[in-house]
């Protein structure tokens, strides 16, 4: 009998090697192990195997079972891995890839993310204020009197009923030191509107980004090293600010801010990119006046106040030299900001 | 404002290298935006003539000349030009010069020929841009003479004057500046100092000021007997210096004391006038020949200088054609006034007309230099044209001088500035801007109106000082977030998502300002327009972001772009209560994915991609209500409880073919300033515990009946067990053959499950035949099993 096993145990491994899908697989192990299968056959046998050989027969039985079982499985297993090897062979891994739509935020949208997020981490909150505004936010509260050359209506656009749209994101500083007393720590982002003929670098709208802070003791060091902050981080550590004595009617002393940068792409020339100053008695006054309150007193308080422009920071920082590519929406433009 | 610096030499010490001044004046802020070099500064060029010229006998294109150049022997020189004859006069570099480029000329031998110096063109020199051959010289010029006499060199800075600072429109108030920052003596000529003590006569007659308030002071003398003629070499050098042209030794004296000084001066014939002075408004309609050759029409907001009889001058602003210095004027009238700076500056705005003296006059005039400028220009046209002045000027009114006296607190300045400013550091500026100590502080001159409170004085001191004494302070703040922090936030995040991969939309930024015929393409609101409007493609706010997107896919269209998503998000206008609001506004149109060589062409979108990218905004509360709207071919509103607050559809065809498009262009816009920007906090639902069973049903209803109706009517079950409704299957056909016509086919996945334990086969018999029962009843459906 331990010869018939041996031998039925090689006739089946023989025949699953034989065996070319799983059919045939399938019927060398119902010729082996089905019910009527040649080891299923053979096994009836064990009754007449005398009582000592009986362990050992029956190991051996067992032995053969499992080595035929076991050879199936492993054979359906060698079948499945070369199917699935076939099924993959032969691609051209070197198709280009499906592409995903992808889409972009604007560049000066971009511009102004990164500003923010530096403004707020020197404590900086967000205010806001209308376009359309009154004489009052735009100039007056401002310290520019009505005879003011900005003040007409050559230069700013009127709304029948007599206001405007406001000329400077300044007015925000007025509405917010209206409703705020001090301190105030405020950005305010916003388009603004100047009645210039549109051009490669004009466009009678464009976006400007301001800054206030009003509290005791406020110091134009203090303004110096807010603008020196905010240009190092957005441009690189070998930023050089220059600030430059200048004439603004709501600030006193007043200053352009020049900056030199590699990341301006300039060389070594100053590129004018702000204006700034210590917030003038004269706004004060007329906010008091407003509020009917003290709240704003100059001898207490003092601040500071800056604003620039996106428009011309992205289209210097990006290389862009016309204006109007920022509002046309040309999505080969829009793409390259991705 | 132009500025001489051989002038100013006159004045005050100037460094020796001009970008060092105008670095020192641009810090200060008084920016230098350019300067310009004219003439020749280089040593050793000198006139020489032409003796003898000959062919180089080794290079065809060079000639061996002989030359003078004033010294005893002619000397050889080697040249390429060909433009001379013998006889012509030319400049010559001498062995020991320096040419531009740092070129030295030496003595030495031309393909064999010994050439001791180098005959020049005017490029050479410096003294044009562009020049061929050898600059030829007056035939009058002296053999010998250094190149630098005959173009004397002057340099001319373009300085960029603020409105606040008038004072600098002079080169006198000018030096006071740089004598002050650069720490050196402002050096004023006895000429002028001795002009400042003038006394008047009373007008009586001769000046009526008939608008006081705009002209509160005026003055006029006559000299007699003038010879009117060219100007001597200096005045006329001065003036051309700084880009004025000579006119005659008169005008040129008022030019140059102007220039000086800072007082527009005017000189009439006064063989033309006729009676006395009338400073008077001009009457409707008055018109007036200008110096310019121009006729303007005056009103009565405009100011005159009249005779009895007419106009002879725009006050302040210009002079009239009639009644100006001509070569025949004998005797003139010399006016010299202060005149209100608002009137000028509106005078000069309304005519569009401005000058040197409007320039001036609107941006204030030293009310105590009106007399003193008068002085100083009788004093010069009695040296350059003869003639006998009045003994004095005739005065009508008073001069508006005003020398306010300025507290000042050293404390205060060095806690404003942040600085250890010193107290004779302040001292020293202040008293080199013309300002005097009192008790409590300073009293300012009055040629600086801009200095007349505390915080005045200190800018000085800033400015001069420099920025750089301020050490940078570095100071941060808590501050609470606003509700415009968080409309930022909402916004970015809305940007950040809609052009992630995937949904992939381009942001768009389009103008405010649009036409109104663009506006109607997609009504929103009632329109605001502007009063003054540039053109009337921007004659009205944008009610709606829709037509700056339309018009950029138009655009798009043009440069050959088809498959477009695009996206703005910013302020609308509509008149109203609700004036001005934020907006979300998206447009698709084209493929709905990028095409790729598995697929070549992808379908196009249509309405259902543009629902399921709102979907995707994630808008609280918002249900999608069928409606009309006037530009859409489809069109649903977005409702928040009763409130419209967006809409959302397909553009009319005819709309989309105007704009030159190939496929639907689907559109929506949103409200968002109605929508919470607090970032939502999430709650956690608990995750399901047993498993669930998906059954599909497909049923044949009334083609009419929405989605939404059958959805509605398997919800209002309230099955407990359904957890889930998916349509996966929408089929009609209009030939009546596989769905019956007037029907269509759809199908469902219908998902169910208990929270409490896994479902047997007949428990999900059970609900599925109980919802199928309910669709029969509620809208008549027979199903296809």
Redesign the interface.
Known sequence: MDQQLEQLRAEALAALAAAADEAAIEAVRIAFLGRTGKISVLSEGMRTVSKEDKPRIGKLLNEVRNAVSGGVEARKAALEAERDQAALAGIDLTLPGIPVPQGAVHPINQMLERAVAIFRKMGFALADGPDIEDEWHCFDALNTPEDHPARNEADTFYLPDGRLLRTQTSTVQARTMELVAPPVRIIAPGCVYRRDEADATHLAQFTQIEGLYVDEGVTLGDLKGTIEYFFRELLGSDAQVRMRPHFFPFTEPSFEVDIKASALGKGDKWLELAGCGMVDPAVFAQINKKRGDQAYDAEKYTGFAFGFGLDRLAMILSGVSDIRLFTENDVRFLAQYK | MKVSLNWLKELVDLPADVNALSEIL????V?VEGIETRGCDLDHIVVAQILETAQHPNADRLSVNKVADGSAEPRQIVCGAKNFKVGDKVPLALPGAVMPGDFKIKTGKLRGVESAGMMCSAKELGLAEDAEGLLILSPGAVVGTPIKDLFPPETVLDVEV????PDLLSHVGMAREIATLLEKPLRIPEAILGCKSVSSAPAGDAIALEAPEVCPFYTARAIRGVKVGPSPAWLRGKLESVGLRSINNIVDVTNYVMLELGQPLHAFDQAKLQGGIRVRPATAGEKFLALDGKTYELGPNHLVIADQQRALAIAGVMGGEESGVTETTTDILLESAWFA??KI??TS?ELALSSDSSYRFERTVDPAGVLAASARAVALIQEVAGGQAEPAPRAAGTAPVSAPEVPFRLERCR?????DVAAETVERILTGFGLEKTANGWRSPSFRPDLV?E??L??EV??VIG?EA????????????????R??DQA?QI??Q????????????????ISEKSAAVFPAGNL???????GED?AV?RPSLVPG?LE?LA??FR?G?RD???FEL??V?QAGKR??HTSLALVLTGAA??A???EAKPRTVDFFDLKGVIATLGLKGVTLETATHPALALAVELHRGKRVVGVAGQLLPATARDLDASAPILVAEIDLDVFDPAPATRRFTELPKFPAVTRDIALLVAAEVPHEKITASLLSAKEPLLVGVELFDVFTDPEGVKVPAGQKSVAYALTYRSAEKTLTAEEVAQAHQKLKERLKAELAATFRE
Not at chain 2, 26 to 29: I, L, R, V, W
Not at chain 2, 499 to 512: D, V, Y
Request: overall charge positive.
């Open positions: 641009t810090k200060a802020g920016e603020t409105p606040n600072r700076p608002a500056r509106h705005r806690a404003l500035l942040g600085a409170r915080i005045d200190i800018e800033a400015r920025i301020v050490p940078a302070r570095f100071v941060t703040r808590y501050t609470a977030s606003s509700e415009a922090d409309r930022f970015t940007r950040r809609l052009s992630a991969p995937g949904l992939g939309f381009h942001e768009a930024r389009s103008l405010t300002l605001l327009k502007v009063r003054n409007p540039l921007q706010l997107l950029s655009r798009n440069a772009q477009l998503r695009l910013g302020r206008f004036e001005e994915a990028p790729s060589w598995r």
